[in-house]
C-alpha cells in the first residue's frame, strides 16, 4: 500500500511538472504567433478600453489621474506627425516589435501627408489630435481662437482617415500647455485629455543615446505610466529599437490604449488604479489630507449671543464667584466652581497709596567722616602784619603736622612727593 501510495505522488509531480513546461512553451507559442517572424519581440501585452468622459484628463506630469496600468506597463504615445520619412521608420520599428502605440497628429500634417495617417489606422494605431497648427500659446490663447485649432485640427485628421469612427476622442496640447477653460471644452465634447507620466527630451538637440538613457531612467523612477516621444524626429528613429529591447530585459510590458464604444465597454477598473501611487495601508501619506469646502450660510455677521445663553438674576449677569447653592449653575452638566480658579488682586486706593510707602530716616543720607587728629589753631594775621621768616622750631612742627595729616589721609588721597625747602616756603606763604 505505501509502495502504491508513492508511486500515485510521483504520478502526480510528473505530471504538474508537464504542465508548467507545457504552459510555458503555449506562451511562448503564442508570443512568437503574435509577432510573426520576430520571437524576440516584446509585443503588446494587453489593449486596455478606456471612457474618456468618466476620466477626462490623464497624465500625472499635470493631473492627479492617469491610466490604470499595472507595475512595468507602458502606454507609448508620438506626437506632432506625420512626417513621412522619420514617421514611416517609427512604424516600421513598431511593427517589428508588434508594438501598438497612441499618436497626436497635427491637423495641418495630416492635410499635406493624409497618407500617413491613414498607414497609422491599417497599422492599428491609436490616432488622436494635436491641434491644427501647434501653437505653443494655447494656455494664454482667447477661448474661441482655441477652439477653432481643436475643432480645425479634429477635422483634417478627420479628412485625412476618411472616416469618422477611426479617429480617438484622445487630444494633447502642444507643449503640455494647459488651460482650464481649454480642458473643461474638451471634457463636455467627451475628448480625453492627455499630458504623460514622463519625457525622455527627444525634441531637444540631444543624442539618440541620452533620448535612451532618460526614456529608461525616468520610467525606472515612476516604474510604470506614459512615455511621451515624437515620431518626428530622427534621433527618436535611432533610439527607439534599443528603448524596447531594454524594456523587455527588464520585464517591462507594452499596452494599447482604445476608447470605449457602444459594442466595446471600458476595461473595469477601481479609482486607486487610476492614480500612480495610489494611498496604502501600510505606508504614512506625505501630505495633509485636503480640508473640504465648507458651505456658509448667508450671513454677513456673525449672530449676536441671545440672553437665553446666559442665567440672568434679577437682571444680573451671575458671576463665577456667586455660591453654588444660591445660582445652581450648570455648564453642561458639570458645576462650576464656587470661586474662580484664577487669583483675584485687590487694587490699592489711590488716596493712601502715599503713606502707605515707609519715609527715609534722615540716617540713611548721613556720611561717617573720620576723626582726624587734633590741630593747633593757628592764630590769624592782619593784612597790614609784616611777614616774616618762620624759624626752624616752627617749621619742624609745620613739617611733622603736614606728616601726621598725610598719614591719616593715605586712603583718601594719593602719597605725594617729599617737600623740599623752597616747597616748603611756598606752602608756609599761603598758610600765614
Same mark, same amino acid.
Not at 476620466?55 to 506625420?82: A, C, K, N, S, W
Not at 492635410?111 to 491609436?126: E, F
Not at 455677521?301 to 455660591?323: C, V, Y
Not at 606728616?403 to 616756603?425: C, F, N, Q, V
Given at each position: ?267 473595469? *477598473? ?117 611777614? *616774616? ?30 617737600? *623740599? ?12
Amino acid at each position: 500500500m505505501i509502495g502504491s501510495v508513492r508511486v500515485g505522488v510521483r504520478t502526480r509531480q510528473w505530471a504538474g511538472l508537464c504542465l508548467g513546461v507545457f504552459t510555458c512553451i503555449t506562451a511562448h507559442t503564442a508570443s512568437a504567433a503574435d509577432c510573426p517572424g520576430h520571437p524576440d519581440a516584446i509585443g503588446t501585452s494587453r489593449t486596455l478600453v478606456v471612457d474618456p468622459r468618466e476620466h477626462p484628463r490623464i497624465g500625472t506630469m499635470q493631473y492627479p489621474e492617469t491610466l490604470p496600468l499595472e507595475d512595468h506597463e507602458v502606454v507609448l504615445t508620438f506626437d506632432d506627425g506625420p512626417l513621412p520619412h522619420n514617421s514611416n521608420q517609427i512604424l516600421d520599428i513598431l511593427a517589428s516589435e508588434c508594438v501598438k502605440a497612441t499618436f497626436f497628429e497635427i491637423g495641418r500634417m495630416a492635410q499635406v501627408y493624409p497618407v500617413g495617417v491613414r498607414k497609422l489606422r491599417d497599422a492599428g494605431h491609436s490616432i488622436g489630435t494635436h491641434t491644427q497648427n501647434h501653437p505653443l500659446s494655447m494656455d494664454r490663447m482667447p477661448i474661441d481662437r482655441a477652439r477653432q485649432e481643436i475643432d480645425d485640427g479634429i477635422a483634417s485628421v478627420k479628412a485625412a482617415l476618411g472616416d469618422d469612427t477611426a479617429l480617438a476622442p484622445f487630444y494633447r496640447n502642444p507643449g503640455l500647455l494647459r488651460a482650464g477653460d481649454v480642458e473643461d471644452y474638451l471634457a463636455s465634447h467627451g475628448i480625453q485629455t492627455w499630458s504623460a507620466d514622463f519625457l525622455a527630451d527627444d525634441w531637444r538637440h540631444v543624442s539618440p543615446s541620452r533620448v535612451y538613457d532618460l526614456a529608461i531612467k525616468r520610467l525606472e523612477e515612476k516604474g510604470r505610466g506614459i512615455l511621451l516621444l515624437h515620431d518626428i524626429q530622427a534621433r527618436t528613429v535611432a533610439a527607439l529599437p534599443r528603448i524596447l529591447h531594454e524594456l523587455k530585459a527588464r520585464g517591462y510590458r507594452i499596452v494599447h490604449v482604445v476608447p470605449a464604444t457602444s459594442g466595446q465597454p471600458a476595461t473595469p *477598473t477601481e479609482p486607486q488604479q487610476w492614480q500612480l501611487h495610489p494611498p496604502s495601508e501600510t505606508v504614512a501619506i506625505s501630505h495633509w489630507p485636503k480640508i473640504p469646502n465648507f458651505v456658509f450660510t448667508g450671513a454677513d455677521t456673525l449672530p449676536a449671543p441671545a440672553l437665553s445663553d446666559f442665567d440672568w438674576r434679577d437682571g444680573q449677569l451671575m458671576t463665577l464667584a456667586e455660591p453654588l447653592d444660591r445660582a445652581r449653575r450648570l455648564a453642561r452638566g458639570v458645576p462650576l466652581p464656587r470661586e474662580a480658579p484664577w487669583p483675584r488682586q485687590s487694587p490699592l486706593p489711590l488716596d493712601n497709596a502715599a503713606s502707605a510707602l515707609p519715609v527715609p530716616a534722615e540716617s540713611i543720607f548721613e556720611i561717617q567722616e573720620k576723626r582726624h587728629a587734633a590741630t593747633r589753631p593757628v592764630a590769624p594775621s592782619s593784612h597790614h602784619a609784616e611777614q *616774616t621768616v618762620p624759624s626752624e622750631r616752627e617749621t619742624d612742627g609745620v613739617a611733622r603736622l603736614i606728616s601726621a595729616d598725610a598719614r591719616d589721609s593715605r586712603r583718601m588721597i594719593p602719597r605725594s612727593p617729599p617737600i *623740599t625747602e623752597p616747597g616748603l616756603r611756598h606752602v608756609l606763604r599761603h598758610l600765614i
